[in-house]
């Protein structure tokens, strides 16, 4: 069952809450009971068909919130090392890059059900279940992490008064245009054309043969491994208005599946993408310009516009922690 870990947790910690999930057991909240909820000025603001319409009208209501996050999973960080990849060891790496997505979609899953079923974000769900003790440490290191991961600007959330549904748009535009370019340098252009059965031999046969490849991998996984898209992610998907009854939530978790599965696939081929192309055009030569990074150019000029979306994301993910652990764990003292 869905809710089963949540009914036990909620008959040990006392009376429900009036807006958790129809028979959910959970605890009262204290941010829904202070009137403070995830991400505010979006919150609960893209209505929901009923769980029982049809599939493409469910799907065109639940998908976005994945593709914000799938932002995260095509940083410069990820950027760096695949290059780096692709330029030292050619395909041989790409069964990493593989790896780590897929271990990125399940933890996406996992945190976009958190939001779905508690009806609360992750850090506010470590404030009300961890112990008091840990919530000043906890707060601490998570936004340290945020800050780490590349925040160079704050960009203050200049597109959250034009709507939800405004800012996922402009976001799966940048992401496409992205892909556009490395489909054409890839699958159109005859000089940076990869072998694919040489692709799909490094997939499928792991391995650190190379002095270095185990230090660049690491770096992919690093890369790949992001906190602060874990607490965005259970918010965001509280943008929906969701239904309180049990199907509901099992329809709101299947739909959100679906759009974690498909965005972060998609950021795997653009990382694959980035890994092969740099394997074309570098690997073998002993500089850049030898291997004429011109070809790229086009394509890559895409990473200083992302290092700025990429800004915006990490403000709101420092948003989410900074309410969900600190507003009325740490600052505000509410009780254990």
């Keep these: 069952m869905v809710l089963s870990e949540a009914q036990k947790m909620g008959k040990a910690e006392g009376p429900t809450d009036r807006n958790a999930p129809a028979g959910s057991g959970l605890p009262p909240s204290d941010a829904q009971r202070r009137g403070h909820v995830s991400l505010e000025g979006v919150h609960s603001s893209v209505e929901v068909p009923h769980h029982q319409a049809g599939f493409w009208e469910q799907w065109r209501a639940f998908v976005g919130p994945a593709i914000l996050v799938s932002v995260g999973y095509m940083d410069p960080g990820n950027w760096g090392t695949d290059l780096q990849g692709g330029a030292n060891f050619k395909y041989a790496l790409l069964w990493v890059v593989g790896l780590a997505s897929l271990m990125a979609i399940f933890m996406q899953v996992i945190s976009a059900r958190l939001g779905v079923v508690t009806g609360k974000d992750l850090a506010q769900c470590c ?4 112990p008091r003790w840990t919530r000043w440490p906890n707060w601490l ?5 945020i800050s780490a991961c590349d925040l160079a600007e704050v960009l203050l959330l200049a597109l959250q008064s034009f709507g939800m549904r405004t800012i996922e748009a402009v976001i799966l535009l940048l992401i496409a245009t992205i892909a556009v370019c490395y489909f054409i340098e890839i699958f159109i252009l005859p000089q940076t054309q990869p072998s694919f059965l040489e692709m799909g031999r490094a997939l499928v046969e792991p391995h650190f043969g190379q002095v270095g490849m185990l230090y660049v991998a690491i770096g992919i996984i690093g890369a790949t491994v992001m906190p602060h898209n874990l607490y965005l992610h259970s918010a965001l998907v509280q943008s929906r208005k ?45 500089s850049l310009w030898e291997g004429k990074c011109d070809r ?11 290092q700025r979306l990429d800004s915006s994301r990490l403000f709101d993910a420092g948003t989410v922690v900074g309410d969900g652990c600190c507003e009325h764990a740490v600052c505000g003292g509410a009780a254990s």
């Design 242 to 286: 969701l239904q309180k009854d049990e199907p509901s939530i099992r329809s709101a978790i299947r739909f959100n599946t679906i759009d974690s599965i498909a965005a972060l696939t998609i950021a795997f081929f653009v990382n694959a993408a980035i890994l092969v192309l740099a394997a074309m055009v570098f690997f073998g030569k002993e």
């Design 127 to 130: 404030r009300d279940w961890y």
């Design 141 to 145: 290191m998570s936004e340290v992490a």
């Design 296 to 306: 790229i150019g086009w394509a890559g000029g895409q990473v200083q516009r992302r």
